[in-house]
């Protein structure tokens, strides 16, 4: 099992800037890949994006390309999510997870252990 803790979220005008991070612990060498996950009051659980450990291959969401950035620091076994010109709309609990598989895309179902999540709320 990989223990993850998520950090850096916060409150912040639209337009501002934000860096989240999430730690990985435990029995890190079994994932392959890294999530980024958002959810919204009443709403679903989102994918926001993901990166890959080895080769720093990173996907994102149509919603947050080219606004949001996701890297790595693999001798720290913790992953970064730059979020750059926030908007009200991106309000939601960011939790990260962790896949054994190449898989980055919005099936939860493919990542085997979560994070409890940190809050980003985006005042306009």
């Known amino acids: 099992q990989v223990q993850l803790v998520e950090s850096g979220g916060g409150l912040v005008q639209a337009g501002g800037s934000l860096r989240l991070s999430c730690a990985a612990s435990?029995?890190?060498?079994?994932?392959?890949?890294m999530g980024w996950f958002r959810q919204a009051p009443g709403k679903e659980r989102e994918f926001v994006g993901g990166?890959?450990?080895?080769?720093?291959?990173?996907y994102y969401a149509d919603s947050v390309k080219g606004r949001f950035t996701i890297s790595r620091d693999n001798a720290k076994n913790t992953i970064y999510l730059q979020m750059n010109s926030l908007k009200p709309e991106d309000t939601a609990l960011y939790y990260c997870?962790?896949?054994?598989?190449?898989?980055?895309?919005?099936?939860?179902?493919?990542?085997?252990?979560w994070g409890q999540g940190t809050q980003v709320t985006v005042s306009s």
């Open positions: 997870a962790a896949g054994n598989a190449y898989y980055i895309g919005s099936d939860t179902k493919r990542f085997g252990s």
């Open positions: 435990g029995r890190t060498f079994s994932s392959v890949v």
């Open positions: 990166i890959v450990w080895n080769s720093g291959y990173a």
